[in-house]
């Protein structure tokens, strides 16, 4: 809040007002076109020019060239292979997502902020740093290395490591999406639902769920966006095995490593592309219904 | 937004089958080759080749995967638990490691093949821009004002322990073997190397796409593919008065083949290596094939220069220790920052 | 209204009324089961490889030129890249605000890319455009300024990751600022420049805060989008995700998850902090 002792110490009686009655509501128009200008020059070198130069890189070669990179055997496979792992890592994450908002929103209990802070832990790791643990433990040389192998158990280097990694890096995004939202709608709908009479599983499908679902979408569209262009810590989880163990995001480095420069960027394309149409369902959501819904 | 459970749960059951599915891995006819990083290609033709010989021989399909990267890298993941069939690498000390730290093959994997287990051969050699403005003709221009050198970092990259040997060599040989000026030279060449990729090819797409430096120090096969296919023209091999012969070896991993059943399979992939058609497709990738009358139709493909095999450096247990190890003299001449 | 019904009616510990809604024991079992078996359990396995690692080992990897070379990479750089998304975000958030003009819509919505975008992409994309064959690397190199494998094209990549975090944070906080008191402000006479600092700034300092330390704190550990534009040279362009890799890839698994804790700790001590002030920013606004 503003210092009033400030305010008054600028005011002068005695100041002749001029002409009109004009207040410094905003700034000179001049400096308004500046400031626009410059945010719109940095957004220019930083956001646009990349978005562009995935596409024209993606079709030097031409279209021919483009669906080709994109039909190859190896491609298919990669792209199988990212769909598969959003496909385990956003139910799961989205199921704990809503567990978590549910218990930390409608409850009290000593230790909220802890556990908060413990959700929101992913976040702040490095990537390759989650992929690294996962090695540690379940890698040939770790924890349980011996023992899934004398099992043919396979975890690293193989699908379920890629999951698992993917399922560390991804897991706040809904809980963080619901948490404030769940937090600012309180209790009292849900409580009137137990009062009179409906059962618990039954209050959060017809009053919880239809309150949150906004934001339930936003949270699963930008978990989604991730668990499908993770790098780091499926590059250390991986293995690297052309065709069986390598996602889009590897599949791209792959490529640009075998100087096949324009299929590298179809690929890449591609993931431009589905996070784009991600960008635009959050936004249409947004434009409908207002920041509101899905923003506390 | 009122998704079924039942949906949801029938969703969850598929994952859940497709994950397992998965993670019981590559089925019986398949071999996993966990190779370095620039024979890419060739092993993609290598492997068409075996397995069309293999279905006609043994009436078997069979699908040979590959994993490609740094060969320090490789060496790491099978250490760690990628269930590679066969390991084709840049050096004999990457594979040792796996013997050693490992245990996943005997410690005498070298003398189970020919050749001691290379079945083709490369060397070092020297990238320059088209018309060789710098006029690099041999190691010691490499040091001359104002050029700038794209090698990888010894740590990670297998290419990169074999430019540097050939460098400490030639440094050797023209220095009445005073071991002080070696390192003051190879110390030098470092000094003036502006980026440190992690693998070979990193390098050479630093050289070659990005247009950063004036000299790559590159595998043979390597410079030659990216002088004569991608970017035809606008580059030179220069061929230094010495190098080293760099032995890329293969090895079977016998506790992943026995447990997967897959030896005799690996051990023809292996040989395949050695035949005389495997040989020429190595040729036909610029690499230099063991078998003479292979090495003898191709002999115009690659130069003649002197060579110097790593038995010169006291074999790659001491060489591995002496440069490359913890606190060995590229760690010593090599301070970040300097 | 019910906390404050409960708090008048019954001085019995809080956590131990009964409770309305049913779920609680099954909820938070479930969540602390879950998070710890991904998150928690494997996090704690590194902290304890690397302790079991003993102090000798610890203060090596500690001292090593290359460790702490990488440090000052990894954090300085991420933080110049936070400040200047600080700055540049604050800007970026008032234009959209306060600003009409034609594509603003267009331009709020491609804020959030670098959020969805795969930082491979972003990797390869920024490592086109800034290298000295690029659209914008070209004609800078002609004034001699190199981008792409130098501290500046980690800077570049950096910023570009942590671009949404400052508008996002700031963005609402602008939306609901209390215009009669810039008005009230005017009235009393203050210039405009005076206005915007002292009156419209202030609030804005926890929210920016808030968006600055997310942004740094994704910009220490970012890797994918980093590698492909930064020169890897220990000591002036090697980050610190990387040199884990390198370390790993050298055998040095104990090296690695050393750093890799250290990084940990960093991180936690990040994660309080924007905790802190998320906290703080929502007692500023509610007041």
Redesign the interface.
């Known amino acids: 809040?503003?210092?009033s002792a400030?305010?008054?110490r600028?005011?002068?009686p005695v100041?002749p007002a001029r002409g009109r009655i004009s207040?410094?509501?905003?700034?000179?128009a001049v400096v308004?076109v500046l400031?626009?200008a410059?945010?719109?020059l940095?957004?220019t070198?930083?956001?646009?020019?990349?978005?562009v130069?995935?596409f024209v890189?993606a079709f030097r070669e031409g279209a021919r060239v483009y669906f080709a990179a994109l039909a190859e055997p190896e491609a298919l496979a990669a792209i199988r292979l990212t769909v598969l792992t959003a496909a385990i890592c956003v139910p799961l994450n989205t199921a704990?997502g809503l567990?978590?908002a549910?218990?930390?929103t409608?409850?009290?209990?000593?230790g909220k902020?802890v556990?908060?802070?413990?959700?929101?832990?992913?976040?702040?790791?490095?990537?390759?740093?989650a992929g690294?643990?996962?090695?540690?433990?379940f890698g040939l040389?770790g924890?349980f290395g011996e023992w899934l192998a004398a099992r043919g158990i396979k975890i690293i280097f193989a699908v379920p490591g890629i999951a698992?990694a993917t399922?560390?890096v991804t897991?706040p995004f809904v809980a963080r999406e619901l948490v404030p939202l769940m937090d600012s709608q309180?209790?009292?709908q849900?409580?009137a639902a137990?009062?009179l009479g409906a059962?618990?599983w039954k209050?959060?499908r017809r009053v919880t769920l239809p309150n949150i679902k906004w934001g339930l979408l936003y949270g699963v569209l930008?978990c989604n966006?991730?668990a499908?262009?993770?790098?780091?810590a499926v590059?250390?989880v991986s293995g690297h095995i052309i065709g069986l163990t390598n996602t889009?995001?590897?599949h791209?480095?792959v490529l640009?490593n075998d100087y096949a420069f324009a299929a590298?960027?179809a690929v890449?394309s591609l993931?431009?592309l589905m996070?784009?149409v991600?960008?635009?369902i959050?936004?249409v959501l947004e434009?409908r219904l207002g920041?509101a819904a899905t923003?506390p | 937004m009122q998704i079924p459970r039942v949906a949801l749960s029938v969703l969850a059951l598929f994952t859940g089958l497709q994950v397992l599915a998965s993670s019981q891995g590559i089925a019986d006819s398949t071999l996993l080759n966990v190779s370095y990083d620039p024979t890419r290609r060739f092993y993609a033709a290598v492997n068409k080749a075996f397995a069309a010989r293999w279905e006609a021989e043994q009436g078997e399909a069979v699908r040979v995967y590959q994993s490609h990267g740094?060969s320090?890298?490789q060496a790491?993941a099978v250490?760690y638990g990628l269930e590679a069939d066969v390991v084709t690498l840049a050096l004999a000390s990457d594979i040792d490691?796996i013997a050693s730290?490992a245990a996943l093959l005997p410690k005498e994997w070298q003398r189970r093949l020919p050749q001691n287990s290379a079945p083709y051969t490369s060397t070092i050699v020297f990238v320059v821009r088209k018309g060789n403005p710098k006029d690099i003709l041999d190691w010691p221009d490499l040091l001359k004002p104002g050029v700038q050198i794209i090698t990888p970092?010894p740590?990670?990259s297998g290419g990169a322990r074999w430019n540097y040997l050939a460098a400490w060599g030639h440094a050797l040989r023209h220095n009445q073997n005073d071991e002080g000026k070696a390192w003051d030279f190879v110390g030098a060449l470092y000094r003036n190397a502006?980026?440190?990729?992690?693998g070979a090819r990193g390098s050479t797409i630093?050289f070659v796409?990005?247009?950063?430096g004036d000299v790559l120090i590159a595998w043979e096969n390597e410079a030659l593919v990216a002088a004569n296919e991608v970017a035809k023209g606008d580059l030179e091999i220069v061929v230094p008065s010495l190098s080293v012969l760099a032995e890329p070896p293969v090895a079977l991993v016998d506790k992943v083949v026995d447990r997967r059943g897959t030896r005799a399979l690996a051990q023809a992939y292996l040989d395949f290596l050695y035949t005389p058609e495997g040989q020429t497709i190595a040729a036909e990738h610029y690499l230099r094939p063991t078998l003479p009358e292979v090495a003898a139709r191709f002999a115009d493909r690659f130069p003649k220069l002197e060579l110097l095999t790593i038995a010169d450096f006291g074999g790659w247990a001491v060489a591995q220790k002496t440069h490359f190890g913890?606190g060995g003299i590229f760690d010593q001449i090599?301070?970040?920052?300097? | 209204?019910?906390?404050l019904a409960t708090h008048i009616a019954a001085p019995r510990p809080?956590?131990r009324r009964r409770?309305?809604?049913?779920?609680?024991g099954l909820?938070?079992g479930?969540?602390?089961t879950?998070?710890s078996l991904?998150?928690?359990i494997?996090?704690l396995?590194?902290f304890f490889?690397a302790a079991g690692a003993g102090w000798p080992k610890w203060w090596a990897e500690l001292t090593n030129?290359?460790t702490l070379?990488a440090f000052r990479v990894s954090f300085g750089i991420a933080f110049l890249a936070a400040l200047l998304n600080a700055a540049?975000g604050l800007?970026?958030a008032?234009?959209?605000v306060?600003?009409r003009?034609p594509g603003r819509?267009l331009?709020?919505?491609?804020?959030?890319?670098?959020?969805?975008?795969?930082?491979?992409?972003?990797?390869?994309?920024?490592?086109?455009?800034y290298?000295?064959?690029?659209?914008?690397g070209r004609p800078l190199a002609a004034f001699g300024i190199r981008i792409?494998?130098t501290p500046l094209g980690i800077l570049?990549a950096l910023?570009?990751v942590g671009?949404p975090f400052v508008v996002r944070t700031v963005e609402?906080v602008l939306?609901d600022l209390d215009r009669e008191?810039?008005?009230?402000?005017?009235?009393?006479?203050?210039?405009?420049g005076?206005?915007l600092a002292?009156?419209i700034f202030?609030?804005l300092v926890p929210a920016l805060l808030t968006g600055f330390t997310l942004a740094f704190?994704?910009a220490?550990?970012?890797?994918?989008s980093v590698i492909?534009i930064a020169?890897?040279?220990?000591?002036?362009t090697?980050i610190?995700?990387l040199l884990?890799?390198?370390k790993?890839?050298?055998?040095?698994?104990l090296g690695?998850?050393v750093i890799?804790a250290m990084?940990?700790v960093a991180?936690?001590v990040?994660?309080?902090a924007?905790?802190l002030l998320q906290?703080w920013t929502r007692r500023r606004q509610g007041?």
């Open positions: 809040m503003p210092d400030a305010l008054t600028h005011w002068d100041q207040l410094p509501l905003t700034e000179r308004r400031l626009i410059v945010a719109l940095f957004l070198f930083f956001l646009v020019l990349p978005l130069v995935v890189e704990f567990v978590a549910w218990s930390i409608k409850f009290n209990f000593p902020s556990l908060l802070t413990l959700i929101d832990l992913p976040f702040s790791v490095s990537p390759v740093v690294l643990v996962f090695v540690l433990i040389q924890l698992l399922l560390f897991l309180g209790t009292t849900e409580e137990i009062t059962s618990g209050t959060f930008l966006g991730r499908i262009g993770e790098f780091g590059a250390v889009m995001p590897l791209i480095e640009y590298s960027f890449a993931l431009t996070a784009l991600t960008l635009g959050k936004t434009w920041a923003t | 740094g320090g890298a790491r250490i490691a730290r970092n740590k990670t502006p980026v440190l990729d992690t630093t796409r990005r247009g950063i913890d090599y301070k970040p920052g300097s | 209204m019910t906390e809080q956590w409770r309305v809604l049913p779920g609680f909820t938070l479930f969540t602390l879950y998070l991904i998150v928690l494997p996090l396995v590194l490889q030129p290359r070379s540049f800007l970026i008032w234009v959209l306060r600003y003009f819509r331009v709020d919505a491609l804020i959030d890319l670098p959020f969805g975008l795969p930082t491979a992409v972003a990797g390869i994309a920024l490592a086109s455009l290298a000295t064959t690029g659209w914008i792409a494998f570049v910023v570009f671009l609402p939306r008191m810039e008005e009230a402000a005017a009235l009393l006479g203050a210039h405009r005076h206005i002292k009156v202030p609030p704190a994704r220490i550990g970012e890797y994918g492909f020169g890897n040279m220990p000591g002036i090697e610190m995700p884990i890799v390198i790993l890839e050298q055998f040095d698994y690695a998850t890799a990084m940990l991180s936690f990040l994660l309080f924007i905790n906290g007041a």
